[in-house]
T-cell receptor
Framework: DAGVIQSPRHEVTEMGQEVTLRCKPI?????LFWYRQTMMRGLELLIY????????DSGMPEDRFSAKMPNASFSTLKIQPSEPRDSAVYFC??????????FGPGTRLTVL | SQQGEEDPQALSIQEGENATMNCSYK?????LQWYRQNSGRGLVHLIL?????REKHSGRLRVTLDTSKKSSSLLITASRAADTASYFC???????????FGQGTELSVKP
């Protein structure tokens, strides 16, 4: 089975541009999580969904960040406008009935 | 602060030695999990221990859980250079499906 799929794997953009990160969870999983990882702040939970509904978005840094899950097999995390401090690795993870989470390979975002 | 706090932050050992990492947490939990992250990759689940379990083994991994002290340890026996990675504990505290991750221990195993 394919694991969690994220795209793109690397993104380099300029400050002020819109960035969209994509995630396909493992089929049958009903939870989807978006994390951000930096050296300074470690691994941070940004938002998570259950059955496509956002449950907790308290980790979203500010209004420039938004996330959607239009169906069970796709989610996006959008940053508009992007800033250099948004540079990080963004992970998507999913889980099913067990609380074990399965992580994607991450998207390394660099905002110049 | 984080639910899971790990100690040490970094650990450097020689191949063949044992590596022990510790995790402390604050609230009652359903289970505690350990994950591994190789540089530049996503986290990978290693082992889960339930709140009513005290010890669990998986290959060269041994996990203990002391709910009275709200702490857990991960022991990697006979370490290999390939064990070099960051190790995270994560607690399931019945908070709506999410896990709370610690800051991680960076393990370096020198050949």
């Amino acid at each position: 089975d394919a694991g969690v799929i994220q795209s793109p794997r690397h993104e380099v953009t300029e400050m002020g541009q819109e960035v969209t990160l994509r995630c396909k969870p493992i089929s049958g999983h009903d939870y989807l999580f978006w994390y951000r990882q930096t050296m300074m702040r470690g691994l941070e939970l940004l938002i998570y969904f259950n059955n496509n509904v956002p449950i907790d978005d308290s980790g979203m840094p500010e209004d420039r960040f938004s996330a959607k899950m239009p169906n069970a097999s796709f989610s996006t995390l959008k940053i508009q406008p992007s800033e250099p401090r948004d540079s990080a690795v963004y992970f998507c993870a999913s889980r099913g009935t067990s609380s074990t989470q399965y992580f994607g390979p991450g998207t390394r975002l660099t905002v110049l | 602060s984080q639910q899971g706090e790990e100690d040490p932050q970094a650990l450097s050992i020689q191949e063949g030695e044992n590596a022990t990492m510790n995790c402390s947490y604050k609230t009652s939990i359903n289970n505690l999990q350990w994950y591994r992250q190789n540089s530049g990759r996503g986290l990978v689940h290693l082992i889960l221990i339930r709140s009513n379990e005290r010890e669990k083994h998986s290959g060269r991994l041994r996990v203990t859980l002391d709910t009275s002290k709200k702490s857990s340890s991960l022991l990697i026996t006979a370490s290999r250079a390939a064990d070099t990675a960051s190790y995270f504990c994560a607690t399931d505290a019945n908070q709506g499906g999410k896990l709370i991750f610690g800051q991680g221990t960076e393990l370096s195993v020198k050949p």
